[in-house]
């Protein structure tokens, strides 16, 4: 039955490595289950919320259909697809395109300061670097963005890039506290944002689109008046730069998920840099705006990666993890691929309720846009409960439950003043010197004053990011 939905895109390599990487994490979320018996009244210590394992540390496939469901959800869409039908392999619904077209020079009036949406006519795909890759490393625009941040002041660490295999297969890096690499325990950067400080607050976050579904959900969120933090995969961005478009002018936040989807820490600072700097640039020539917060892909950074998206203006941030066993994640990217089911989703996102209810803070979660079955579980079944919910959440994007302005968001509309982004070493008098000069001779030229103004960024506390990979609207991405 899957072979007939094998329509649309192939994303090979980069689809199947990350299809396996999400698999180990569904294992693992089902072996935490399942060694669990939650209950609705579980404590936070025994609630169990998916896993940040990395990948290669959780071997063994779960049985996705065997899972159901252990809880009343307090709403549901009244159109919601059943719960049997958000499958993997499931037939796939009609796409919602980009609702409106913006006509190039429309003013993103509620931004103040922000200039003109670009034209979308006018991006040239030959001048970006193939989807789903790392870029090559030796292209003008990466010379550049490398200058950037020799000149923003600050120092990368001396550590060296992981081996694929996270944890397990790096077992000394693991050990090396020093690292604070999140993927093997949860150790956060002093700057990183992990949550939203205020107790019942949700940061609402997807990542890897825009998608051929991404248009449904923003439907949903515009019925609902619900705003998000979208982490745009640079490769899918060039992709669907309408939806980008959509996204933005319907006031959620953009920000940076790189440009192929990487486990970061494995990259060299070179290809670091590439991969920020060329979804730092897609998102830019898209929107006009260049954001200035990243997620990593699979929350794989440590503080080798961490600083050099500080050098670049980009702010990291992750998702909420209280225990090994109980980190906001709620599986929805392994529907697709037929390792969780969407019951299994739910008691995830069960789970994160309890425990969001019992942490002094708010908190974030992982879901995604990617997918047909991600959408449909989010409009159908988790953003209906998480509204009815009493007593009732506050859902607002990452930068505003921070308490900062959307303005804070991006390079070019961010006052510095309530989010300074790297200026405190743009006093030293080097500062932006290399990488300021440099700016206005991107063979693009679109985005000149933009590099121009991150160069002089010298980066004390700023942030980070992540992407990943496609779809296709019936994804016969893991047969
Ligand atoms: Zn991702």
């Known amino acids: 039955m899957k072979l007939s939905l094998v329509s649309a895109v192939v994303l090979p390599a980069l ?41 290669g540390t959780t071997p063994a496939a779960p049985a996705a259909s065997s899972v159901t469901l252990t809880f009343t959800l307090a ?19 009609p796409t919602v395109p980009a609702s409106t077209t913006f006509a190039a020079g429309a003013s993103p009036t509620f931004l103040s300061g922000a200039p003109a949406l670009p034209s979308i006519g006018s991006i040239v795909v030959a001048n970006y670097p193939p989807l789903d890759k790392t870029p090559p490393t030796d292209s003008a625009e990466v010379q550049q963005w490398k200058a950037e941040v020799a000149s923003s002041g600050v120092t990368i660490p001396d550590i060296a890039p992981t081996v694929a295999g996270g944890c397990a297969a790096n077992p000394q890096a693991a050990a090396d506290t020093s690292r604070c690499w999140w993927t093997c325990g949860g150790c956060p950067g002093p700057n990183d944002v992990v949550s939203c400080p205020d107790k019942m607050t949700w940061g ?65 600072n070179d290809q670091v840099i590439a991969e920020l700097g060329w979804s730092r640039k897609i998102i830019k020539d898209v929107l006009g705006v260049t954001p200035t917060y990243w997620r990593p892909p699979y929350g794989d950074v440590d503080n080798r990666v961490r600083v050099i998206a500080t050098a670049m203006g980009l702010q990291t941030s992750i998702w909420t993890r209280i225990s090994p066993t109980a980190t906001f994640d709620t599986g929805d990217f392994n ?42 579980i989010a409009k159908d079944y988790i953003l209906p409960d998480a509204l009815a919910h009493q007593p009732p959440f506050k859902i607002e994007p990452i930068v505003s439950c921070l308490g900062l302005p959307l303005s804070d968001a991006y390079v070019e509309t961010n006052n510095n003043k309530s989010h300074p982004i790297g200026c405190t070493s743009s006093a030293s008098g080097s500062s932006g010197s290399g990488a300021q000069a440099s700016g206005s001779s991107n063979s693009s030229g679109a985005d ?29 991405l893991f047969l």
């Not at 709403?75 to 619904?93: F, R």
């Not at 390792?339 to 908190?363: K, P, R």
């Not at 980066?459 to 990979?469: K, T």
């Open 335 to 376: 529907i697709a691929g037929g390792t969780t089911n969407a019951e299994q989703v739910l008691n995830n996102w069960h789970s994160i309720v309890n425990n969001a209810t019992q942490i002094d803070t708010g908190f974030i979660v992982l879901e995604h846009d990617l997918f047909q079955q991600t959408v449909e």
């Open 75 to 93: 709403s549901t869409n009244p159109s919601a697809l059943p719960l049997s039908e958000i499958a993997s392999g499931a037939p796939s619904q």
């Open 15 to 55: 689809v199947s490595a990350h299809g396996v990487h999400h698999a180990r994490q569904a294992a693992a979320q089902a072996a935490a289950a399942s060694s669990s018996t939650s209950s609705a009244a579980a404590p936070a210590s025994s609630a169990v919320v998916g896993t940040s394992a990395a990948p």
């Open 448 to 476: 000149s004053s933009n590099n121009g103004a991150m160069g002089a960024l010298s980066a004390p506390n700023a942030l980070a990011a992540v992407a990943l990979s496609v779809v296709s609207g019936a994804l016969a």
């Open 204 to 268: 609402l976050t997807y990542d890897d689109g825009p998608a051929l579904y991404t248009g449904e959900l923003l439907s949903y969120l515009d019925q609902q008046n619900l705003k998000a933090t979208f982490f745009v995969v640079g490769s899918r961005a060039i992709s669907y730069p309408a939806l980008l478009q959509e996204e933005y002018m319907a006031q959620h936040q953009i920000a940076v998920h790189t440009w192929s989807h990487p486990e970061m820490t494995t990259l060299t």
